[in-house]
């Protein structure tokens, strides 16, 4: 069995703990929080509910931590100072700021002969998987990736921890007419703001300086800087009975053309359909955390994306089951 710890019990903290439960190979021993442990209720009754403080204690005991922290202030630090300690997973979604991420976490994990797998999801992730695939199989071509209509729940996170926020919640919706025209194989030419618009509902603290919250959403690097973004502002009462679901999804596409006249046009679409984005991430963090930990007792150690990880790994099936069933 796999002994699995969970660091932060949000909304994939809690879909960790679900798709646990799934895995037949895997047992949760413990989620650590910063919130007073004995207000914490989960699910699994073998499974303890301690304090962040605590986490050093169980080195040793625990094979993989999987880091279910916003990518905004959490994962810069968790990540490399848990990574001390123990085999890491995380969602770290910044993409921008990967590469300096990932030294980061590299240089801690090879000094301490752990494995981390970072950035991982399903963007970045398993479209960053599709992207790299796609371009090697059609090299003469195009990338379009189209998110959601959905809540982003880095984007999310990032708007509640703007001052001024008591709680707020983001959507990325596709422009319908770029879809349609990169499915056609038109390849247009798109910028940021003409492949996606980005609609934020928010509540304000009382007597907080709605103009400046929004110029501060508005003009955020790295999340929406770059994007036609609207910023509505609502009651607590209306956020909780209209926007309380979790749904995304998406779309990637290579459209690319092959043949010594390069004649014949080649389309690679792949797309996600998800009821609930957090607990779809949750699945592949768990999935990952699979490869991780026999990554690391292969010695395969330091940072990792998930351009490094075999794919038979992440399955608890042998090979030959793999073939024999799937190939």
């Known amino acids: 069995m796999i002994k699995v710890g969970i660091v932060g019990y949000g909304n994939i903290g809690r879909g960790v703990e679900a798709a646990i439960h799934q895995s037949a190979d895997m047992e949760l021993v ?8 004995e207000t914490l209720q989960i699910q699994s009754s073998t499974a303890k509910v301690e304090h962040m403080d605590t ?27 848990i990574a001390c ?16 991420y990932f030294e980061t976490v590299n240089a801690v994990a090879c000094e301490n002969g752990t494995t981390s797998i970072i950035s991982v999801g399903w ?12 371009g090697a199989i059609l090299p003469v071509g195009e990338d379009y990736t189209f998110w959601g209509k959905g809540v982003s729940q880095g984007h999310s996170d990032a708007i509640r921890r703007v001052k001024g926020v008591k709680n707020g919640i983001q959507y990325t919706i596709p422009m319908d007419e770029a879809v349609e025209c990169v499915r056609k194989g038109e390849n247009p030419q798109l910028a940021t703001k003409d492949k996606h618009l980005r609609e934020c509902f928010v509540v304000a603290e009382e007597g907080a300086d709605l103009a400046e919250i929004e110029n501060i959403i508005k003009t955020m690097p790295n999340y929406f800087a770059d994007y036609n973004t609207i910023v509505n502002f609502i009651s607590e009462e209306e956020l909780k009975a209209n926007h309380t679901k979790m749904p995304h999804g998406g779309f990637v596409f290579r459209s690319g053309v ?69 190939l």
């Open 123 to 134: 963007d970045p992730g398993l479209f960053s998987m599709i992207r790299m695939m796609s």
């Open 55 to 81: 986490l050093e204690s169980y080195k040793g005991k625990i094979d993989i931590m999987i880091l279910c922290g916003g990518s905004a202030t959490d994962l810069p630090v968790q990540g490399p100072a």
């Open 258 to 326: 092959t043949g010594f006249e390069e004649e014949s046009k080649q389309i690679i679409e792949f797309s996600l359909k998800l009821d609930s984005n957090p607990q779809f991430t949750a699945n592949v963090l768990v999935a990952y955390a699979r490869a991780a930990v026999r990554m690391n007792q292969e010695g395969m150690k330091g940072a990792k994306s998930v351009f490094d990880v075999p794919l038979s790994y992440l399955s608890p099936k042998s090979n030959m089951e793999l073939m024999k069933e799937l």
């Open 30 to 37: 413990a989620v650590f929080t910063r919130r007073a442990p």
């Open 85 to 100: 300690h123990f085999n890491t997973i995380d969602s770290f979604d910044t993409h921008a700021r990967i590469p300096e």
